[in-house]
């Protein structure tokens, strides 16, 4: 059984039931003693700058801020596909604990042995 | 007649569930010593599934499901 395990979200605010639900399923692969990655892409970049979000609450869910923050506590890792954030034009001053922008050889690097990966 | 649990903690994690119901649960197993044994109340309808699948994915011993009740003993080694 692989270690890994890899979460890829494409939404952030123009999805948020998607966006929190991908850190839900995150927290419980971390939870369970997983080597994790969520890989955000997409309009999901924007979670990775501090505060975009704040505000975001699903129903029946905890705060996603409160998800994303719980992850990177519990060692979770995301990686934040590089030329989205350009395009967005985003700064990378300003990233939430436990993101790092990326291209997409890290991507591939982690699901090379074998990591199942599920996607948002 | 089933043999009395004694925990070493307790835990009533209420209607918690899936990703959180599992990260809390990490962190409140990583405090106990190896051997102690956690009960804990979960209520929310995944969990019956969730626990086993948990202590499956993690090597801690499920040694009584009684829904909402499972007491799970923490592994020897550190995880």
């Known amino acids: ?120 | 007649m089933t043999a009395r649990i004694d925990p070493d903690a307790e835990w009533d994690a209420g209607d918690m569930g899936c990703g959180d119901l599992v990260l809390e649960l990490r962190h409140r197993i990583a405090r106990l010593e190896p051997g102690q044994v956690l009960k804990v109340i979960a209520l929310d309808p995944g969990a019956p599934a969730d626990m086993p699948a948990w202590c499956g994915l993690t090597g801690h011993a499920l040694v009584s499901v009684a829904p909402p009740v499972y007491f799970i003993r923490r592994k020897a080694e550190r995880s």
Do not use: W
């Open chain 1, 1 to 120: 059984m692989a270690n890994k395990f890899c979460v890829s979200l494409t939404h952030s605010k123009d999805n948020t039931d998607k966006a929190t639900v991908a850190f839900v399923v995150a927290n419980a692969a971390v939870g369970s003693g997983k080597e994790t990655l969520v890989f955000l892409s997409v309009e999901a970049v924007r979670l990775a700058q501090k505060g975009y979000a704040d505000g975001i609450h699903e129903e029946g869910f905890a705060p996603l801020g409160e998800l994303m923050a719980n992850f990177a506590k519990a060692g979770g890792t995301m990686y934040v596909c590089s030329p989205c954030f350009k395009k967005r034009k985003l700064d990378e001053n300003s990233l939430v604990a436990g993101a790092s922008i990326v291209g997409g050889a890290k991507l591939v690097e982690f699901l090379s042995d074998g990591s199942p990966c599920v996607s948002y």
